[in-house]
Structure formats: structure tokens, C-alpha cells
């Protein structure tokens, strides 16, 4: 089911903005049991990305009476809600009365492969890059054509996911994913200041560490720091955490880390137990 607004509906006006200029933001939750995964850190994630850019929030209340509805009867599946700046005329300047278009969506559950979270994925490191732009920056806004481009670089079911870099060669993230690295027994994960989405499960994540008495740190990560690391994972709020077990013919071992981690989300209900 679809609500645009609050109405059943599967169409938004040509005049939106979220179409023109990807002028909006949205969000992807797993939903198990009709209800959906995390929501708080998700609608807090909303909520910021609206401050930053200026659109007016809907309301929590609001936003939590509509997913109710549009997941009942999912036993697992998939919730994106969408908030544009809405319908205006032509021409970029934001218009005085902004009305935002609220959309919220429902998916079925991708069916990933269970032996990616026990054994480990296959990852390639992306040609396009990343742009930087401190303004954007963690925030999970519409504009995602790098992404487009970045997973349009292979076809196969062979890697799971490419790493994407900005132009001055620091690893960010994957297309669709954040990326973690454990060195000197020390978890490390890309500083995104500069760019990439600030993921809800990389803070669930990092959250989580000091349980496994593993210390954090956020920091700008090269190519050269993956070579070197002991364990490498991806994770985001659909596949929750998978090891990488190869990234480019570099062979990794998958992590006790990853594993234990994964473990402790799902046993707090914050991945969905899917195999
Ligand atoms: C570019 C990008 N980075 C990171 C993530 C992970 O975010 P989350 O943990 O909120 O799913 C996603 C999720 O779709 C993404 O598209």
C-alpha cells in the first residue's frame, strides 16, 4: 500500500520537487511483524535532514499513524517514506509556503542470500566518486546518482557491494551500505563530514562496541587502511551487518567482530531475523 499524504495513491503532481531536483529526503526501515525496525533513530535522522534543508517536518505522530497502516500484515518486509519540499512552478528558489509531500511505501523483503551474513560478501571498489559537500553530508537527501552510477559499474552476483571514495581518495561508504574496518584491535569507520549517509545501523553499531569492549573511532580511512585491516564490514538497516570476506582479490577473515555484532543487533531486534 502507498499513502501520498495520507490518501491511497501510487502518483505525486509533475510539479514536485522531489522529482525536479531531488529536493527531499527519505528513509529505508526493515518492518517485521508490521512494525518497523528502529524507527526512532530513523525519524530522528528525518527529522535533522529537515532542519538542515529547511523543509517543515511532518509530524511524528503523524508519520507513525501512517506507517502503522501502510505495514500492517507485513510479516517482513520494507518501509521507505519520502518527504519532498513538495509542488511548486518552475526555477529552484524555494517558494514562500512550502507544503511537503509525505509518501510512504511499502516493499517486499529483499531476498538476500543467508550465507552473506555467515560467510562473508564479495566487494569491488567503485570508479565514480563521491563529491564532497560538508552541506550535505550525512544526511539521507534524494539526490543518489552517484549511487546510480557507482552500482551500474557491475552486473554480477559476485560482489555484493563496491566501496565508493571521494575525489581526494578517502574511502566514504559502499553504494548502499557503511563500511567499517577493525585495525590494531581498534573498530574504525570513515569520518562522513565531508560526504556519505551518517547509516542508522553504523550507529547502532558503534553504539554497541564498547559492549564487545571494542574502542571507536571515526576517522578518514584510505585504501592503504583496508589493505592493512584485520576485518572489514558493511552494514545498513535492511542486511544489518555482513562480513567482507574479499575486496578486489585481497582475501579477509570473517570477522569474529562482525559475527558477535550481528548476533547482539538481532538479539535486540534491531536487524531482521531473516533466515
Ligand atoms: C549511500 C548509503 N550509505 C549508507 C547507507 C546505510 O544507511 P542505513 O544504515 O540507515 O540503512 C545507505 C542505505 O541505504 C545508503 O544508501
Redesign the pocket.
Known amino acids: 500500500m502507498t499513502l501520498v499524504n495520507g490518501i491511497e495513491a501510487d502518483a505525486v503532481s509533475v510539479q514536485d520537487r522531489g522529482l525536479s531536483y531531488g529536493d527531499g529526503l527519505f ?3 526493515a518492518v517485521a511483524d508490521g512494525l518497523p525496525i ?1 524507527w526512532e ?2 525519524i530522528s ?1 528525518l527529522r535533522n535532514g529537515c532542519q538542515r534543508l529547511r523543509i517543515p517536518c511532518p509530524a511524528e505522530a503523524l508519520l507513525r499513524a501512517e506507517a502503522t497502516r501502510v505495514c500492517a500484515g507485513l510479516t517482513l518486509g520494507v518501509l521507505k517514506i519520502i518527504v519532498t519540499r513538495g509542488a511548486n512552478g518552475r526555477g529552484y528558489r524555494i517558494p514562500e509556503v512550502v507544503n511537503p509531500t509525505r509518501i510512504l511505501t511499502t516493499y517486499p523483503w529483499p531476498a538476500f542470500p543467508g550465507s552473506r551474513a555467515r560467510e562473508g560478501v564479495l566487494v569491488t571498489v567503485c570508479q565514480t566518486r563521491l563529491s564532497a559537500n560538508p552541506r550535505l553530508a550525512g544526511i ?1 537527501h534524494l539526490n ?1 546518482l ?2 546510480v552510477l557507482a552500482r551500474s559499474e557491475w552486473d554480477s552476483h559476485h560482489y555484493a557491494e563496491g566501496l ?1 571514495l571521494d575525489a581526494a581518495d578517502r574511502v566514504v ?6 563500511l567499517f574496518l577493525v585495525m590494531d584491535g581498534q573498530l574504525v569507520t570513515p569520518d562522513l563530514a565531508d560526504a ?9 553499531v558503534l553504539a554497541e562496541a564498547p559492549a564487545l569492549d571494542m574502542s571507536v573511532r571515526v576517522a578518514s580511512v584510505s585504501l592503504e587502511d583496508l589493505r592493512r585491516a584485520e576485518e572489514l564490514f558493511l ?4 542486511f544489518g551487518v555482513w562480513p567482507i570476506k574479499g575486496l578486489d582479490g585481497q582475501a579477509y577473515r570473517v570477522g569474529p567482530l562482525a559475527l558477535r555484532l550481528r548476533q547482539r543487533l538481532l538479539a535486540q531486534g534491531c536487524i531482521a531475523a531473516q533466515e
Open positions: 528513509e529505508t526501515l528502529a533513530p530513523h535522522r539521507k543518489r552517484e549511487q565508493m561508504e559502499g553504494t548502499m551500505s557503511n556519505g549517509v551518517a547509516g542508522i545501523m553504523r550507529g547502532l552494514c545498513n538497516s535492511l
